[in-house]
């Protein structure tokens, strides 16, 4: 990421002392400044320059309860108060206080690395008030004599990772999706029900073999500087997401399209691609087979609009920063502190700006979740993703709300391991954990025991669940007193008279190893067997897990759609998410006769057999799925949790009674 964003609090506040005796900077003795009755001492000293006193800012925006930011790349300071956001470029006389600007009487600078502001901006920016007392030398701020804003329309959120990059095409990791989701729209949104709404699109139709759809946009669309968005723009980003040397990970939702996947590979042209501009407001799509959710799909970052000009432009730089990035959604990058803040804004050129109430977004990055859970304590936060044993801290609690997250933790086996290619030793080490004793002892939060790879939440295409009508495919009540024998079985059918070490390959946070131990005593007790546990990265996990560098490993999935589909075809025997080597005829030809069966119910019965028949052969074994656990403020109305990928939908939220 280009942005590099340094934790520095700076230079001071701006209030000029027009009482300060006219003396050379070199002859004053030194300055003092006492906060509430306290002296401060800097690592950088306050001092004169034409008649001002300049001080620095970390340490007194601290004092009064500010948080600053330092961007280097602009040379630019952000603080936030409660609901007032500061930004300060230096060498500028221009400071803007929630976007409105600030006159100063004197430039801000740097010496000794620090921000020297005047100090008059602490009186008119965070309600202090500011006396010089000439016969000290001192300055004496009072805090809160003066009301700052509070009660505004700012949501205050955090996330524990920062955003990857805001290139729609490019964009692979959740918090990406989420604040890309903020920024941009798609021709289609989501409702509180999962629903698919007219966005940019007003409207559309669908040929009677649900293969093509022509889009209606809306006449007043429009990116955040002022230019229509068009036709063109869904052409351009979509095929620039097909062309393989663009690297778009997400491209294979894509390739949905006709065309699509003949052009990723090469073998095809951008001109074969079924993607039709009718004219600047008309685009017609025709897929290779009929998708019933492809509406819903639609609302998905892969999917949004580019501005061709921007893009290439930018080039390199595209999505880093607010400079390098357009909106066409309800807000926009105002700044982006790397690691620490992202702070949005109305967009005042969406089509639907007069339903968004919120001005202004602050999005905590990094905070420790003990941290956020003061901050949310202290007002400072709106909403707070509660810690494990969330049930037991929070049962009765009216801010406390879960929701399921529509994602399945499940335990990876390799394969081509000669002791995990036997199946009846990997249906002993799946029907050996107690799933809801695991979640209970390591969650806690509504978490619930797996009974098959789908999760809850996800549509069977014809108004129901998919999990429930196809039941549980684990029967783990059942199966557990059986888990022994099927392990000696399996033993016995390797010419083994023990099981040989094996080893899962974990994330290394609390939870994980909270739950490695778990594991590890329950194949204990249910199996007799001692299995080992190796905890590294995040990212170490995933290109282990994507090489096959483990043994097994435990992952998570989450619905990159609302279909049984976003989970069953990783494991065809030639997808690239197949990290097990798992292959079946019979499995690839049923959720292959899905991708392609127009009928909804037929499609459907493919995916439950086809579900049948991995939960049979057990390559993996799904453990949980994980409930999104959180704490909201009362005053903060029509909060959308859209899906595990998109987090939250900010849209509609309003501040009401804070």
């Given at each position: 990421m280009a942005n590099v964003w340094k934790n520095t609090l700076l230079g001071v506040t701006m209030v000029s002392l027009m009482s300060v005796p006219n003396v050379t900077e070199a002859a004053a003795p030194p300055i003092t400044i006492k906060i509430d009755g306290q002296k401060q001492t800097y690592d950088s000293a306050p001092y004169m320059k034409n008649d001002r006193t300049l001080v620095p800012l970390r340490g007194i925006f601290e004092k009064q309860g500010a948080e600053v930011f330092w961007k280097q790349e602009t040379n630019t300071v952000v603080a936030v108060k409660g609901d007032m956001t500061i930004t300060l470029k230096i060498g500028s006389k221009t400071a803007y206080v929630n976007g409105a600007p600030v006159t100063l009487d004197q430039a801000a600078e740097m010496k000794n690395d620090r921000t020297m502001v005047p100090i008059r901006f602490v009186s008119e920016t965070l309600g202090a008030d500011v006396k010089w007392e000439q016969k000290t030398n001192s300055v004496l701020i009072t805090s809160g004599v003066k009301s700052t804003p509070n009660k505004g329309q700012v949501l205050h959120l955090s996330q524990f990772n920062d955003v990857d990059t805001l290139d729609s095409v490019l964009a692979t990791d959740t918090a990406s999706f989420n604040m890309i989701s903020q920024i941009n729209e798609g021709l289609t949104r989501l409702d509180k029900d999962g629903k698919a709404v007219p966005g940019v699109a007003k409207s559309w139709t669908i040929s009677p073999d649900g293969k093509t759809y022509r889009f209606t946009l809306r006449p007043d669309a429009k990116w955040s500087d002022g230019s229509a968005v068009t036709a063109s723009d869904f052409d351009y980003a979509w095929k620039r997401g097909l062309k393989r040397s663009t690297g778009a990970n997400y491209a294979f939702l894509l390739t949905w399209i006709k065309g699509g996947q003949?052009?990723?590979?090469?073998?095809?042209?951008?001109?074969?691609?079924?993607?039709?501009?009718?004219?600047?407001?008309?685009?017609?799509?025709?897929?290779?087979?009929?998708?019933?959710?492809?509406?819903?799909?639609?609302?998905?970052?892969?999917?949004?609009?580019?501005?061709?000009?921007?893009?290439?432009?930018?080039?390199?730089?595209?999505?880093?920063?607010?400079?390098?990035?357009?909106?066409?959604?309800?807000?926009?990058?105002?700044?982006?502190?790397?690691?620490?803040?992202?702070?949005?804004?109305?967009?005042?050129?969406?089509?639907?700006?007069?339903?968004?109430?919120?001005?202004?977004?602050?999005?905590?990055?990094?905070?420790?979740?003990?941290?956020?859970?003061?901050?949310?304590?202290?007002?400072?936060?709106?909403?707070?993703?509660?810690?494990?044993?969330?049930?037991?801290?929070?049962?009765?609690?009216?801010?406390?709300?879960?929701?399921?997250?529509?994602?399945?933790?499940?335990?990876?086996?390799?394969?081509?391991?000669?002791?995990?290619?036997?199946?009846?030793?990997?249906?002993?080490?799946?029907?050996?954990?107690?799933?809801?004793?695991?979640?209970?002892?390591?969650?806690?939060?509504?978490?619930?025991?797996?009974?098959?790879?789908?999760?809850?939440?996800?549509?069977?295409?014809?108004?129901?669940?998919?999990?429930?009508?196809?039941?549980?495919?684990?029967?783990?009540?059942?199966?557990?007193?059986?888990?022994?024998?099927?392990?000696?079985?399996?033993?016995?059918?390797?010419?083994?008279?023990?099981?040989?070490?094996?080893?899962?390959?974990?994330?290394?946070?609390?939870?994980?190893?909270?739950?490695?131990?778990?594991?590890?005593?329950?194949?204990?007790?249910?199996?007799?067997?001692?299995?080992?546990?190796?905890?590294?990265?995040?990212?170490?996990?995933?290109?282990?897990?994507?090489?096959?560098?483990?043994?097994?490993?435990?992952?998570?999935?989450?619905?990159?759609?609302?279909?049984?589909?976003?989970?069953?075809?990783?494991?065809?025997?030639?997808?690239?998410?197949?990290?097990?080597?798992?292959?079946?005829?019979?499995?690839?030809?049923?959720?292959?006769?899905?991708?392609?069966?127009?009928?909804?119910?037929?499609?459907?019965?493919?995916?439950?057999?086809?579900?049948?028949?991995?939960?049979?052969?057990?390559?993996?074994?799904?453990?949980?799925?994980?409930?999104?656990?959180?704490?909201?403020?009362?005053?903060?109305?029509?909060?959308?949790?859209?899906?595990?990928?998109?987090?939250?939908?900010?849209?509609?939220?309003?501040?009401e009674g804070k």
């Open positions: 003949d052009y990723y590979n090469g073998t095809g042209s951008a001109s074969g691609v079924g993607i039709k501009v009718i004219d600047p407001k008309t685009l017609e799509v025709t897929l290779e087979s009929p998708i019933p959710f492809f509406p819903e799909q639609l609302a998905f970052p892969t999917y949004y609009p580019q501005k061709k000009a921007f893009v290439e432009q930018k080039r390199a730089a595209y999505g880093n920063d607010a400079g390098t990035v357009l909106s066409n959604g309800p807000f926009k990058l105002h700044t982006w502190a790397y690691g620490q803040l992202i702070y949005l804004e109305k967009n005042n050129t969406y089509w639907d700006r007069a339903n968004v109430k919120l001005q202004k977004v602050n999005v905590y990055i990094g905070k420790p979740q003990a941290t956020q859970k003061t901050m949310y304590t202290k007002g400072q936060l709106d909403l707070f993703q509660a810690e494990a044993n969330a049930h037991a801290l929070y049962q009765g609690n009216p801010e406390y709300h879960s929701a399921p997250e529509q994602t399945s933790g499940y335990l990876q086996f390799n394969m081509t391991h000669p002791v995990l290619k036997n199946k009846k030793i990997r249906q002993a080490l799946t029907y050996a954990i107690d799933a809801n004793q695991y979640v209970s002892k390591v969650y806690n939060n509504g978490t619930v025991g797996a009974t098959g790879l789908v999760p809850y939440g996800i549509s069977n295409g014809q108004g129901g669940d998919f999990r429930t009508t196809n039941g549980d495919l684990l029967n783990r009540s059942a199966n557990l007193p059986k888990a022994k024998a099927l392990l000696q079985e399996g033993l016995k059918e390797l010419g083994l008279t023990q099981l040989p070490t094996l080893t899962v390959l974990m994330d290394n946070g609390t939870t994980s190893k909270l739950s490695g131990v778990t594991l590890q005593e329950q194949w204990h007790q249910n199996l007799g067997v001692e299995i080992e546990t190796e905890y590294v990265s995040f990212a170490e996990r995933l290109e282990r897990s994507v090489w096959g560098d483990f043994q097994i490993v435990y992952s998570f999935w989450g619905a990159d759609y609302n279909d049984p589909m976003t989970f069953l075809d990783m494991y065809l025997t030639d997808s690239d998410f197949n990290e097990t080597r798992y292959s079946n005829p019979e499995y690839d030809r049923l959720v292959m006769a899905a991708q392609k069966e127009v009928n909804a119910a037929m499609r459907m019965q493919y995916l439950y057999d086809a579900e049948k028949i991995l939960m049979n052969d057990l390559p993996v074994a799904p453990v949980l799925y994980r409930q999104y656990s959180y704490l909201l403020k009362p005053y903060v109305k029509n909060l959308t949790l859209v899906d595990n990928i998109k987090g939250y939908d900010l849209k509609n939220v309003s501040i």
